[in-house]
């Protein structure tokens, strides 16, 4: 595990068991490449909630999300829009963009820098909830 080069995304849920929280914490620290993403919506290890599942669709686009195009991400929760739009910039600025750059630095210096990180996640997540469903 410690040897895949490519971008790597470790998730855990919120809260969770504290070998967990310890456990994703070192595998981040050990891989320089990857993103540890706390997720909240997975509480003890339960995926999203009854609620959650039920929930409509959302649309949000990658200007909402700090990005600067009209790119829209549907999803069920704050989380699935989060992630597309981070696919979204890395693909943008893989294939030659340039406009996407800032915000896909922007995207990595939030999980280099948890504690940042965490209020816009936050805030995404706020807007997100905000937004009437498709
Ligand atoms: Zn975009």
Redesign the pocket.
């Known amino acids: 595990m410690l040897q895949v080069e490519v971008p790597t995304t470790i998730l855990r849920g919120e809260p969770t068991m504290p070998l967990l929280v310890s456990a994703t914490e070192r595998l981040a620290a050990a891989m320089p490449q990857a993103e540890l993403v706390v997720v909240p919506e997975s509480r003890d290890h339960s995926r999203y909630s009854e609620k959650k599942a039920v929930e409509l669709m959302k649309t949000m686009t990658?200007k909402q999300l700090g990005?600067?195009?009209d790119?829209q991400h549907r999803g069920q929760t704050a989380d699935e829009v989060i992630k597309a739009q981070d696919r979204?910039l890395n693909e943008?600025v893989a294939g030659g963009d340039t406009m996407?750059a800032p915000a896909l630095k922007e995207m990595k210096g939030r999980w280099k820098h948890p504690i940042s990180g965490m209020g816009w996640y936050r805030a995404a997540k706020r807007n997100f909830a905000a937004l009437p469903e498709d």
């Open positions: 990658c990005g600067p195009c790119h979204h943008m996407h």
